[in-house]
């Protein structure tokens, strides 16, 4: 299994550009291709998995075939590409990889890495989806890093039992959405490592414009696995910066800094139904270009994501829908042209299977947008059943407690967005009223332009945490009077 391990890239020129690729509908409802691969792995230890998946695809998604055509060439090396070709159609999408080559030092053509065609836009098309499954083609067409059996096995399994059993606690969020009051499509709880956070973040913090009473401490599990999230996000942060942004810097606003996880969402989709509509995971307290590690368990289901679209990219473009319409049923209510705008340029999915660590880089949440699509049908998980655990870690910043941030004119915290609608005005933040998406409540019309230093902080900081140092201190001296 091993050989589903791909954290170490190798930098490829900018000059490179990836030949036209051939875009693929929905595969058919069958085994998954990791299921596929962990099979063949199991049979041929020695050969790749980039290897294995090619033949896969050559047997129109056969391991019975690829098993038989492996056993009597006696390793994939030595089947040509002539070979795969003329094994049978295209039953399923094949490694973007293996259709973009390059040619070596020896003056054959082999097929590159994408990150250095990273900035070609995703080979999608008006209507379709793109079903990715390579990490390489991951890493190089979307603003993810997919890590594929991240925990050793059974570090994984007790981690699923465990939030198995925690999953009695979830709850389904409330909240307004274009004058009616709606529930998630699914459940879910904020985990944190301390009873002084669980009281932080029940009386300081609010979701949706109300504040939460589902916060729980994290299980000695959940939290024993962070540490390990924590330590391998960083790495693909690092790698990411170096191969893929430019000049290898940071972007603007992210945070220089290590990122250390301080809260745990926890989902569970219970059922193929259950599921998430397309959204942005909100700014107000991770603050610009945030990284995100999810890490899922249980069944496998399809991630899908699509690039947001400024109204200027498109002619009749309107208003683009709100970040926070999470729920399944919201799509007859979403503005038409904006999903006009959004079908556009197509979709990526990406599948998730058990035990599988995806990174959101800091340009997903500004620049995509992400949701877990229903499904017709599952393969039941033989712990997990129909349902799937899904754990976001994220880096609550102290530079963005509720105490800092702007409160709105009818009192409630301002939230923070990211200016999308004009292709002009990207990159540009504000504070903004929540209150009209809190059921009963209407909102006002508060409005603040956001500034950050490069690292993301507020530059109104030092001088609040200043005075928030000074305030405490007078507290203290009254206490010792």
């Given at each position: 299994m091993e050989a589903f391990f791909h954290r170490k890239r190798r930098r490829v020129s900018q000059d490179e550009e990836p030949k036209p690729i051939q875009q693929l509908s929905d595969?058919?409802?069958?085994?998954?291709?990791?299921?596929?691969?962990?099979?063949?792995?199991?049979?041929?230890?020695?050969?790749?998995?980039?290897e294995?998946?090619?033949?896969?695809?050559?047997?129109?998604?056969?391991?019975?075939?690829?098993?038989?055509?492996?056993?009597?060439?006696?390793?994939?090396?030595?089947?040509?590409?002539?070979?795969?070709?003329?094994?049978?159609?295209?039953?399923?999408?094949?490694?973007?990889?293996?259709?973009?080559?390059?040619?070596?030092?020896?003056g054959t053509l082999k097929p590159i890495n994408h990150l250095g065609a990273r900035k070609k836009a995703p080979p999608t098309k008006k209507g379709k989806t793109l079903h990715l499954y390579s990490p390489e083609d991951i890493a190089a067409y979307?603003?993810?890093?997919?890590?594929?059996?991240?925990?050793?096995?059974?570090?994984?399994?007790?981690?699923?039992?465990?939030?198995?059993?925690?999953?009695?606690?979830?709850?389904?969020?409330?909240?307004?959405?274009?004058?009616?009051?709606?529930?998630?499509?699914?459940?879910?709880?904020?985990?944190?490592?301390?009873a002084e956070e669980q009281r932080q973040q029940m009386s300081d913090y609010t979701y949706g414009g109300t504040y939460s009473s589902n916060v729980r401490q994290a299980t000695p599990q959940l939290r024993s696995v962070s540490r390990e999230v924590q330590t391998v996000v960083n790495e693909e942060v690092q790698n990411r910066i170096r191969d893929v942004y430019p000049d290898g810097k940071k972007l603007q606003y992210q945070s220089s800094k290590q990122w250390k996880p301080n809260a745990a969402f926890v989902n569970c989709y219970d059922g193929p139904?259950?599921?998430?509509?397309?959204?942005?995971?909100?700014?107000?307290?991770?603050?610009?270009?945030?990284?995100?590690?999810?890490?899922?368990?249980?069944?496998?289901?399809?991630?899908?994501?699509?690039?947001?679209?400024a109204e200027d990219e498109e002619e009749d473009g309107k208003e683009e829908e709100s970040e926070d319409i999470k729920t399944a049923d919201s799509k007859p209510l979403q503005n038409q042209a904006a999903s006009a705008r959004a079908d556009a340029q197509g979709q990526i999915s990406i599948h998730l299977p058990h035990n599988s660590l995806l990174v959101m880089h800091a340009e997903m949440q500004e620049e995509w947008k992400h949701s877990i699509a229903p499904a017709q049908t599952i393969v039941p998980h033989p712990i997990a059943g129909n349902r799937r655990i899904n754990i976001t870690y994220r880096w609550y910043r102290d530079t963005l407690h509720p105490r800092y941030t702007p409160r709105c004119k009818c009192g409630q915290h301002a939230?923070?967005?990211?200016?999308?609608?004009?292709?002009?005005?990207?990159?540009?933040?504000?504070?903004m009223c929540y209150a009209g998406y809190?059921?009963?409540?209407?909102?006002?019309?508060?409005?603040?332009?956001?500034?950050?230093?490069?690292?993301?902080?507020?530059?109104?900081?030092?001088?609040?945490?200043?005075?928030?140092?000074?305030?405490?201190?007078?507290?203290?001296?009254?206490?010792?009077?």
């Open positions: 595969p058919p409802n069958e085994d998954s291709t990791d299921i596929k691969l962990a099979i063949l792995l199991s049979l041929f230890p020695a050969v790749k998995q980039d294995l998946l090619d033949i896969l695809v050559s047997c129109d998604g056969s391991v019975e075939s690829a098993s038989e055509m492996l056993s009597a060439q006696g390793s994939a090396a030595t089947i040509s590409t002539k070979k795969r070709a003329a094994a049978g159609p295209l039953g399923m999408q094949t490694s973007l990889s293996s259709h973009i080559l390059t040619k070596a030092e020896d979307t603003p993810c890093t997919i890590i594929h059996n991240f925990l050793p096995a059974e570090e994984a399994n007790k981690l699923l039992l465990e939030l198995l059993d925690e999953s009695k606690y979830l709850t389904r969020s409330t909240f307004q959405l274009f004058s009616r009051t709606v529930q998630s499509p699914h459940t879910h709880a904020v985990y944190v490592s301390t139904a259950e599921s998430v509509g397309y959204h942005s995971d909100g700014l107000t307290y991770l603050g610009p270009h945030p990284i995100i590690g999810s890490l899922s368990l249980g069944v496998s289901r399809e991630f899908r994501i699509r690039r947001i679209v939230i923070l967005r990211c200016a999308r609608r004009k292709q002009e005005s990207r990159g540009s933040y504000m504070w809190t059921p009963g409540k209407e909102g006002c019309s508060f409005f603040q332009w956001a500034e950050f230093d490069d690292d993301g902080d507020p530059v109104w900081d030092k001088k609040i945490r200043l005075e928030d140092y000074m305030r405490q201190l007078r507290v203290q001296l009254n206490n010792i009077e």
